[in-house]
Protein backbone atom coordinates (compact mmCIF):
# COMPACT_ATOMS: atom_id res chain seq x y z
CA UNK A 1 0.00 0.00 0.00
CA UNK A 2 1.57 3.30 -0.83
CA UNK A 3 1.00 6.26 0.98
CA UNK A 4 1.89 9.82 0.88
CA UNK A 5 2.50 11.62 4.60
CA UNK A 6 2.95 15.49 4.83
CA UNK A 7 4.38 17.21 7.55
CA UNK A 8 6.00 21.09 8.04
CA UNK A 9 2.45 22.44 7.88
CA UNK A 10 1.14 25.53 10.75
CA UNK A 11 1.08 28.95 11.22
CA UNK A 12 3.55 32.02 10.05
CA UNK A 13 3.11 35.79 10.51
CA UNK A 14 2.88 37.33 6.72
CA UNK A 15 6.51 37.28 5.27
CA UNK A 16 7.76 34.20 7.38
CA UNK A 17 8.90 30.92 6.76
CA UNK A 18 7.36 27.38 5.99
CA UNK A 19 8.93 24.12 4.87
CA UNK A 20 6.58 21.37 3.71
CA UNK A 21 7.72 17.80 3.38
CA UNK A 22 6.02 14.27 1.73
CA UNK A 23 7.82 11.16 2.28
CA UNK A 24 6.59 8.16 -0.21
CA UNK A 25 5.94 4.64 1.83
CA UNK A 26 4.97 1.22 1.11
CA UNK A 27 6.22 -1.06 -2.14
CA UNK A 28 7.36 1.53 -4.55
CA UNK A 29 9.22 0.59 -7.78
CA UNK A 30 9.75 3.89 -8.90
CA UNK A 31 8.43 7.64 -8.45
CA UNK A 32 7.73 9.88 -11.75
CA UNK A 33 6.86 13.52 -10.88
CA UNK A 34 6.09 15.02 -7.83
CA UNK A 35 4.36 17.75 -6.69
CA UNK A 36 2.45 20.39 -4.44
CA UNK A 37 -1.17 21.53 -4.75
CA UNK A 38 -3.38 24.21 -2.48
CA UNK A 39 -6.84 24.41 -2.02
CA UNK A 40 -8.28 27.72 0.19
CA UNK A 41 -11.74 27.62 0.99
CA UNK A 42 -14.17 28.29 -1.50
CA UNK A 43 -11.74 27.77 -4.37
CA UNK A 44 -10.83 24.84 -6.63
CA UNK A 45 -7.44 22.69 -5.66
CA UNK A 46 -5.03 24.63 -7.70
CA UNK A 47 -1.10 23.43 -8.52
CA UNK A 48 1.44 25.50 -6.73
CA UNK A 49 4.72 23.56 -8.19
CA UNK A 50 5.74 20.58 -9.52
CA UNK A 51 9.34 18.57 -10.30
CA UNK A 52 10.30 15.90 -12.48
CA UNK A 53 12.89 12.80 -11.47
CA UNK A 54 14.92 14.33 -13.39
CA UNK A 55 14.56 17.91 -11.60
CA UNK A 56 12.83 19.85 -13.97
CA UNK A 57 10.82 22.28 -12.25
CA UNK A 58 7.66 24.30 -12.90
CA UNK A 59 5.71 26.70 -10.53
CA UNK A 60 2.39 28.69 -10.51
CA UNK A 61 3.16 32.25 -11.20
CA UNK A 62 1.47 33.06 -7.90
CA UNK A 63 4.71 31.85 -5.72
CA UNK A 64 7.50 31.80 -8.50
CA UNK A 65 10.46 33.66 -6.83
CA UNK A 66 9.13 32.59 -3.18
CA UNK A 67 8.32 29.07 -3.00
CA UNK A 68 11.46 26.51 -4.01
CA UNK A 69 10.37 22.60 -4.67
CA UNK A 70 12.91 20.24 -4.12
CA UNK A 71 13.15 16.17 -4.27
CA UNK A 72 15.47 13.46 -2.34
CA UNK A 73 15.00 10.06 -4.64
CA UNK A 74 16.89 8.07 -2.82
CA UNK A 75 14.37 9.22 0.79
CA UNK A 76 11.27 9.31 -1.64
CA UNK A 77 10.69 12.78 -0.27
CA UNK A 78 9.40 15.78 -2.34
CA UNK A 79 9.85 19.03 -0.46
CA UNK A 80 8.31 22.68 -0.22
CA UNK A 81 10.20 25.77 0.51
CA UNK A 82 8.06 28.56 0.97
CA UNK A 83 9.23 31.88 1.83
CA UNK A 84 7.88 35.53 2.05
CA UNK A 85 4.37 33.71 3.08
CA UNK A 86 1.73 36.13 2.07
CA UNK A 87 -2.06 35.85 3.51
CA UNK A 88 -3.58 34.42 -0.14
CA UNK A 89 -0.78 31.57 0.27
CA UNK A 90 -3.38 30.05 3.49
CA UNK A 91 -4.74 27.16 1.98
CA UNK A 92 -4.42 23.55 2.39
CA UNK A 93 -1.41 21.61 0.81
CA UNK A 94 -1.44 18.41 -1.02
CA UNK A 95 1.35 16.27 -2.06
CA UNK A 96 0.71 14.58 -5.11
CA UNK A 97 2.78 11.95 -6.73
CA UNK A 98 2.89 9.48 -9.99
CA UNK A 99 4.30 6.38 -8.32
CA UNK A 100 5.07 2.86 -9.86
CA UNK A 101 4.67 0.22 -7.19
CA UNK A 102 5.55 -2.14 -9.77
CA UNK A 103 7.44 -1.94 -13.06
CA UNK A 104 4.16 -2.62 -15.27
CA UNK A 105 1.53 -0.68 -13.00
CA UNK A 106 1.52 3.30 -11.87
CA UNK A 107 -1.19 5.45 -10.33
CA UNK A 108 -1.30 8.77 -9.07
CA UNK A 109 -1.32 9.43 -5.33
CA UNK A 110 -2.71 12.37 -2.90
CA UNK A 111 -1.45 12.87 0.30
CA UNK A 112 -4.00 13.62 3.47
CA UNK A 113 -3.24 17.74 3.32
CA UNK A 114 -1.73 19.78 5.75
CA UNK A 115 -2.84 23.40 6.74
CA UNK A 116 -0.58 26.39 5.84
CA UNK A 117 -2.17 29.32 7.99
CA UNK A 118 -0.48 33.06 7.12
CA UNK A 119 -2.12 35.47 9.79
CA UNK A 120 -0.45 38.07 11.61
Known amino acids: QVQLVESGGGLVQPGGSLRLSCAASGSIFSINAMGWYRQAPGKQRELVAV???????NYADSVKGRFTISRDNAKNTVYLQMNSLKPEDTAVYYC??????????????WGQGTQVTVSS
Open 51 to 57: ITSGGST
Open 96 to 109: NADIFPSRWYGDNY
